[in-house]
T-cell receptor
Framework: GAGVSQSPSNKVTEKGKDVELRCDPISGHTALYWYRQRLGQGLEFLIYFQGNSAPDKSGLPSDRFSAERTGESVSTLTIQRTQQEDSAVYLC??????????????FGPGTRLTVL | GDSVTQMEGPVTLSEEAFLTINCTYTATGYPSLFWYVQYPGEGLQLLLKATKADDKGSNKGFEATYRKETTSFHLEKGSVQVSDSAVYFCALRSGAGSYQLTFGKGTKLSVIP
């Protein structure tokens, strides 16, 4: 596709349930990133993939959060036992290589997660 | 650690006014600097970037110059339009070994006719 896509666009869940958020990066992009944007805040980094390995998981807020990536394609962010403080917009981005810090990251439209 | 500080909004300007959104940063290494824009109901888009000192990024009439001596990357536009109404985010990516973007909190701009 032309850009990064994410699904679902909106997700409402009950506290304690598990959710899965999906990201399709730009074709050919080897690097993939997940961020979280809480209301009125900047973006917080969660995790970085290079291919299907995750060299940097430093931003994952707790062990309830996990992510995986299939090859250089789709990634899934899973949040187990959701809490109300998990409510946020989850953004995915991809870049062509990730290896250089001048790389441009291209963002998807995000998934708005609401935990009741 | 790395951090980005932006002027707090919201900022309201009349059409054709001059815009400045201040951004300063703290970083380890020699970062690349970015401005992203989020239009209402849309995702984040890269507006411009600069990768070394004294570089000027420009796009859509917006400009920002990488000032290493003042650790700043202020966004400017000479004449704003209603269509520029959006939230603007300053961000940096540090040098080798850093993969993430570090963002400021964003500045909401409203341009009125």
């Amino acid at each position: 596709g032309a850009g990064v896509s994410q699904s679902p666009s909106n997700k409402v869940t009950e506290k304690g349930k598990d959710v899965e958020l999906r990201c399709d990066p730009i074709s050919g992009h080897t690097a993939l990133y997940w961020y979280r944007q809480r209301l009125g805040q900047g973006l917080e980094f969660l995790i970085y993939f290079q291919g299907n390995s995750a060299p940097d998981k430093s931003g994952l807020p707790s062990d309830r959060f996990s992510a995986e990536r299939t090859g250089e394609s789709v990634s899934t962010l899973t949040i187990q036992r959701t809490q109300q403080e998990d409510s946020a917009v989850y953004l995915c981005a991809s870049s062509s290589s990730g290896a250089t810090y001048t790389d441009t990251q291209y963002f998807g439209p995000g998934t708005r997660l609401t935990v009741l | 650690g790395d951090s980005v500080t932006q002027m707090e909004g919201p900022v309201t300007l009349s059409e054709e006014a001059f815009l400045t959104i201040n951004c300063t940063y703290t970083a380890t290494g020699y970062p690349s600097l970015f401005w992203y824009v989020q239009y209402p109901g849309e995702g984040l888009q890269l507006l411009l970037k600069a990768t070394k000192a004294d570089d000027k990024g420009s796009n859509k009439g917006f400009e920002a110059t990488y000032r290493k001596e003042t650790t700043s990357f202020h966004l400017e536009k000479g004449s704003v339009q209603v269509s520029d109404s959006a939230v603007y985010f300053c961000a940096l990516r540090s040098g080798a070994g850093s993969y993430q973007l570090t963002f400021g909190k964003g500045t909401k701009l409203s341009v009125i006719p």
